[in-house]
């Protein structure tokens, strides 16, 4: 007998009076259910975003003169970060700051990894890109736990809003109001 295909797709119902990083959330939030593929959210993502922080570090950055000696601390990730936190700015000010904050933290391991590559380590790219295939596998595997594997297919957007959503959770368990 042939194996039918059921559609998963299931019918999100949001109110009306909620603001835009709410109707996100809670689109995020309908299709992230299952305790295992939250917990895979809360350390894949954290996870992507280094490694896209480590590949872009990794990529020259061109010599600027008009930086003078400031010029060592400009490259391709200070450009991931400005555009995250200008994004995020718009959507949540508190999120925008907590994410410019674990940014932070995160260029700071990407320096120590860029100086790990300088003494003889492996290069930052494949350290960057390996971190970012394992986190986006897991983020895979989450998927397919939960069975809703296509829902950034549904909606782009919702992969930009996945790391203020992540921090969503802690800033509500600190109390703190996004």
């Known amino acids: 007998m042939a194996k ?3 559609n998963t797709k299931k019918t999100i119902r949001i109110p009306e009076n909620l603001r835009p990083v709410e109707v996100y959330f809670s689109r995020l939030n309908a299709s992230h259910q299952n305790p295992t593929n939250l917990l ?14 480590a590949i872009t570090w990794a990529i020259p950055f061109p010599y600027l003169k008009f930086l003078g000696r400031y010029n060592v601390m400009f490259n391709w990730a200070s450009f991931v970060i ?3 936190v200008y994004y995020t ?3 949540s000010p508190n999120l925008s700051y907590t994410l410019l904050l674990v940014l932070f933290a995160l260029s700071y391991g990407v320096s120590k990894l860029a100086a790990w590559d300088i ?10 890109t390996a971190i ?3 986190a986006w596998f897991g983020q895979y595997i989450g998927g397919k736990i939960e069975g809703r594997e296509i829902s950034f297919q549904e909606d782009k957007k919702l992969v930009l809003y996945t790391p203020i959503w992540v921090l969503h959770f ?5 109390g703190l109001k996004y």
């Not at 003494?119 to 960057?128: D, R, S, T």
């Not at 802690?170 to 600190?174: D, H, N, Q, T």
């Open 4 to 6: 039918q295909h059921l």
């Open 40 to 53: 895979l959210h809360f350390v894949c993502v954290p996870l992507m975003l280094l490694g896209i922080l």
């Open 82 to 84: 400005a555009f995250s």
């Open 89 to 91: 700015l718009k959507i």
């Open 119 to 128: 003494a003889g380590g492996p290069p930052l790219i494949w350290v960057g």
């Open 132 to 134: 970012l295939a394992i």
């Open 170 to 174: 802690l800033a509500k368990r600190i």
